[in-house]
Structure formats: C-alpha cells, structure tokens
C-alpha cells in the first residue's frame, strides 16, 4: 500500500506499508522539535488506511511507556530488554520507574519474590514515586501473593490514606480479613466498598 502524505516542514512523504508489522510499529514516524525544544512525532496510522491520508502530530512514546505496553501485553523478554538497560542510568528516577515495570512484569509472571526487591529498589532510588497510590496498591498485593498479610494490610492502609476511595484497596483489606475469617473486618470492609461502588452493580460483585 502507497500513501502520499506532507511531513515535517512541509515536505511530502511516500509511505509504503511494510510487508508485515511487529508490535509497537503500526505507523510510519518522522521526527523532530517543536518551538520549545520538545521531541515531537508526526505519524501515519496503518490502521487507517482505508482514510484519506492523514498524518497526526504528537508527542514521540515514551520508552517506559513501550516497556509497559509489552509488560501488560505478556512479552516479557522485550520490556526487559527496554527496562534493564535503565537500570544503569544515572537519573534514580530513571532507574526507579525501570524497576517498577520489572515488577510488574515478575508479579504477572508469578514471582512476587523478585517482584518485591525490584520494589523495594525503586524506593531506595524515588522514595516518594515509591509512597504513590498506585505503587502503595501494588505493594499490598505483592506482599499478599508472599502470604505476608501484615505488610499487605499496611500498603492498603496506606494507600486509603491517600484515597479513601480506592477500590483496589478496600478489596484488599477485605480479602486479608476473609482469609483471616476475621467477620467484623470483613463486613466493614465490604460496606466501605459498596459505598465506593455505588450503583456498580458489577464492581459491587466482583
């Protein structure tokens, strides 16, 4: 398939589609900086070409972002090839946010274990990235998968802290209370979550 289409300044582009498309390259990039020296990416859309030629302008993706569209879409081997090199970089946020994918990605392949050191390495590099409301969540549900009920409790304690509304959290609670067949905790954390459900019927029987 050959489009024509204008690029950066103006210039036109024929765009020919290639053969066959690995994931992460469905659109033809050319690059370069806008008026305050942001990277910037105008891209055409395979999936669109069945549309008159369009090229659209935004921001280049991220690399982090790359690693964690692999990590959700189970290709673990290429978000660790993206993130480990991250590691060895000098900005700690850098390497923190590269640890926390690796997390991701150990937790979903059923190693909280090493999930958790990577955690625990993202902390010591961005204590405060490390204190947000989604790490605080994911944390409890590490320690929950080592069967470490206490620390579990803690992270969503602490997340609730920072949400009062947060779903993920209060299953959590509810879920460390059924398995200890503490019922008062349970029934509070139930009702605590309807009230954040709503009329959610589906959340409310998840």
């Known amino acids: 398939v050959t489009m024509i289409a204008t690029g950066l300044g103006g210039a036109a582009v024929q ?92 937790c979903r392949q059923a190693q909280p274990a090493k999930a958790l050191k990577h955690l625990g390495a993202a902390d010591e590099d961005d204590p405060d990235g490390g204190a947000s409301l989604a790490a605080c969540q994911f944390k409890g549900q590490v320690y929950e998968k080592l069967g470490r009920a206490e620390e579990a409790g803690k992270a969503y304690d602490q997340a609730l802290q920072l949400d009062p509304g947060s779903a993920d959290a209060l299953l959590g609670l509810l879920r460390l209370a059924l398995a200890a067949k503490d019922q008062a905790e349970a029934l509070d954390c139930l009702r605590r979550y309807t009230v954040v459900a709503g009329d959610d019927v589906e959340r409310v029987l998840q």
């Open 15 to 106: 765009v020919k589609r290639p053969p066959k498309l690995e994931v992460f390259e469905t659109v033809v990039e050319r690059t370069g900086t806008d008026n305050v020296g942001m990277t910037v990416t105008e891209t055409i859309d395979y999936d669109k070409l069945d549309q008159p030629a369009v090229v659209r302008r935004g921001r280049q993706p991220s690399t982090l972002g790359a690693a964690a569209a692999a990590v959700l879409g189970g290709e673990y081997a290429r978000a660790r090839a993206v993130l480990e090199p991250l590691l060895k970089m000098d900005d700690p946020s850098a390497r923190a946010a590269a640890h926390y994918q690796l997390a991701r990605g150990s």
